[in-house]
C-alpha cells in the first residue's frame, strides 16, 4: 500500500474555490486503486492545501499521473497555486492494515461531508 502527500501554496482567498473543484468536479472520478483521499487546509497556513491519497500500490498512481484525468484536473487547478508544488510517495510499512479500512469508514459516518 502506497500514500502520496501533496502540499501546494494556494493564491490568497483561494481556498474556497479549490475546496468546490475537488467536491465538485474531482470527486466524481473513478480513479482505480484508490482507496482514500483526504483534501485538507494547513491550520498554520490556510492558503496551503495538502492531499494524502492512499493507494493500492505503485502501478496505479503511475498510471493515475500519466491519466487525461490528472493532466485535466491540474489545468482546473493551476490558476489556483502559486510557486512550487511538492509530492511525496511513500510506501506503507505495516505487516496488515487491520481494521484500517474499517476505521476509515467509520470516520465516514461520524464526520460527513456536507452536498457539494
Known sequence: MFLRLYW????PGAWEAVHDLYRRDF?????PGRLARWVTRD???????ITVTLWEN???IQAWESSEQYA???VAIRPHLVGSQT???CEVELEYPSG?????HEAA?????SPA
Do not use: H, Y
Open 72 to 74: 485535466r484536473s491540474i
Open 109 to 113: 459516518e461520524r464526520f460527513p461531508l
Open 87 to 89: 509530492v511525496s510517495l
Open 8 to 11: 501546494s501554496r494556494l493564491q
Open 27 to 31: 470527486s466524481k472520478m473513478n480513479v
Open 43 to 49: 491550520t498554520n497556513d490556510p492558503d496551503c492545501v
Open 58 to 60: 505503485q502501478a496505479a
Open 100 to 104: 484500517l479500512l474499517q476505521a476509515l
